[in-house]
């Protein structure tokens, strides 16, 4: 294959993992990774050090696990049960399917979930939601910094090398 086609094919999948990033059932890191790999395997980037795939794997895994666990630790910090954590995931789950729903989604589900575990206490409920809320965000950032991390890998070497 030409330059020309590598070139658009690592493109679209940084452009993939950069949407992925902020979107839920999209793996954002995952579809970056894949982009460096190719990267490595292509003419382009034969001379990148297998340390830097290493690397990025360290990176991608973890943050496929702090994407899970920032929400349900943060709802927990903030006071939430079980049922705010199931309500969080549910709420990022079915917000997908609604404009701007995978924003509110979280928060929504773990304040849902919090007012059927204890239907009296509603300071609470909202604290564990913000909590759910704040560690949505958390998990996106994780997300974003480490395709930012793995995609400036990729420029850097094509540029420089």
């Not at 928060?107 to 300071?123: M, Q, S, T």
């Given at each position: 294959?030409?330059?020309?086609?590598?070139?658009?094919?690592?493109?679209?999948?940084?452009?993939?993992?950069?949407?992925?990033?902020?979107?839920?059932?999209?793996?954002?890191?995952?579809?970056?990774f894949a982009?460096?790999?190719?990267?490595?395997?292509?003419?382009?980037?034969?001379?990148?050090?297998?340390?830097?795939?290493?690397?990025?794997?360290?990176?991608?895994?973890?943050?496929?696990?702090?994407?899970?666990?920032?929400?349900?630790?943060?709802?927990?910090?903030?006071?939430?049960?079980?049922?705010?954590?199931?309500?969080?995931?549910?709420?990022?789950?079915?917000?997908?399917?609604?404009p701007f729903?995978?924003?509110?989604?979280?928060?929504?589900?773990?304040?849902?979930?919090?007012?059927?575990?204890?239907?009296?206490?509603?300071?609470?409920?909202?604290?564990?939601?913000?909590g759910a809320?704040?560690?949505?965000?958390?998990?996106?950032?994780?997300?974003?910094?480490?395709?930012?991390?793995?995609?400036?890998?990729?420029?850097?070497?094509?540029?420089?090398?």
């Open positions: 294959m030409t330059y020309t086609i590598w070139i658009v094919i690592i493109s679209l999948l940084i452009i993939i993992s950069i949407v992925g990033s902020v979107m839920p059932f999209i793996p954002g890191p995952s579809i970056a982009a460096l790999l190719i990267y490595k395997l292509c003419p382009l980037g034969n001379n990148l050090s297998w340390w830097w795939i290493v690397f990025g794997a360290i990176l991608t895994l973890l943050a496929i696990i702090t994407e899970y666990l920032i929400p349900i630790i943060s709802t927990k910090k903030f006071g939430g049960s079980k049922y705010g954590a199931i309500g969080a995931t549910l709420g990022i789950i079915l917000g997908f399917f609604i729903g995978f924003i509110l989604g979280p928060f929504l589900g773990a304040l849902l979930g919090e007012l059927i575990n204890d239907a009296v206490n509603y300071k609470k409920a909202f604290k564990a939601s913000l809320f704040i560690g949505f965000f958390l998990g996106i950032g994780t997300n974003i910094l480490v395709c930012g991390i793995l995609i400036t890998i990729i420029f850097i070497h094509y540029i420089f090398y």
